[in-house]
């Protein structure tokens, strides 16, 4: 059975997040429509990460399996006419072995979290930004954040919600950096926890307005208590930049 491989754009603004909804709301849910839109085909379509309600991607990387043969660009164009008028683009479509699984064949995961740090608010970007009309010390972040990295138990930066088997993960890069008005982090690793990046973020932040300093936020990360968390950061500022495999 041909399997394709799909990179996919989305604005999650207005969805319910990337997970298959029982409202039909979600990015899978469109996707899965589309296709059945030109091939009548009812395919289930799976996703590298499950990003949640707000989070936006360039670079979602998925996966399905059909009973015949389609041309990629079939895929491609015909998909992106059936998905119309949602902000969800088929980028590129290419077939693949049956071994490879856009979730378990991935070793690294790279996400991209802005705040904007100016006082007056966001216009034509309001949805993919964090607004903090404070001045955040970005070097005091960026050495914080050094923390995060390696391999540690999670719990603090865990949602409740989180269905992953163990809190342990290894964080490979935290990046903090000024570009122009806004605060950048730069995050990878092969995988994340329910939430754990948004509450990185959240932590961070506190440490860039002075009201944290690097020693709490490891002492937040060494509780592994979620109630030890500061304030998760908004799902707006944070975008699926790409998967490598």
């Known amino acids: 059975m041909p399997r394709y491989k799909l ?5 999650g603004t207005n969805y319910s997040g990337w997970q298959s909804q029982a409202t039909g709301d979600a990015i899978q849910d469109h996707l899965e429509r589309a296709i059945f839109g030109f091939t009548g085909a009812h395919v289930r379509i799976n996703g590298a990460g499950r990003t949640d309600a707000g989070v ?5 990387v998925c996966h399905f399996d059909i009973d ?3 041309k990629p660009g079939t895929i491609r164009d015909a998909g992106n006419v059936h998905i119309r008028p949602h902000p969800i683009t088929i980028v590129e479509a290419e077939e693949v072995p ?6 378990f064949s991935a070793r690294k995961r ?3 979290y802005r705040i904007l740090a100016r006082r ?3 216009t034509l970007e309001r949805h993919l930004v964090w607004h903090a009309k404070v001045p955040l010390d970005v070097p005091a972040m960026h050495e914080a954040a050094k923390v995060l990295l ?6 603090t930066f865990r949602s409740t919600a989180c269905q992953a088997r163990s809190p342990e993960k290894t964080l490979d890069q935290l990046d903090v950096m000024q570009v122009g008005d806004e605060v950048h982090f730069i995050v990878s690793a092969r995988s994340f926890l329910h939430n754990q990046v948004r509450s990185m973020v959240g932590g961070l932040r506190k440490v860039g307005d002075g009201s944290w300093t690097a020693a709490d936020l490891k002492a937040s990360l060494d509780a592994c208590d979620r109630q030890a968390c500061a304030p998760v950061a908004p799902a707006a ?4 930049m790409r998967v490598d495999y």
């Open 56 to 60: 936006h991607a360039v670079g979602q």
């Open 68 to 70: 015949r043969p389609l």
């Open 7 to 11: 990179l996919v754009e989305y604005d």
């Open 120 to 122: 007056a608010p966001a």
């Open 150 to 155: 390696g391999k540690h138990d999670f719990t």
């Open 98 to 103: 049956e071994s490879f699984d856009s979730r």
């Open 237 to 240: 500022g944070l975008c699926f």
């Open 110 to 112: 790279h996400y991209r």
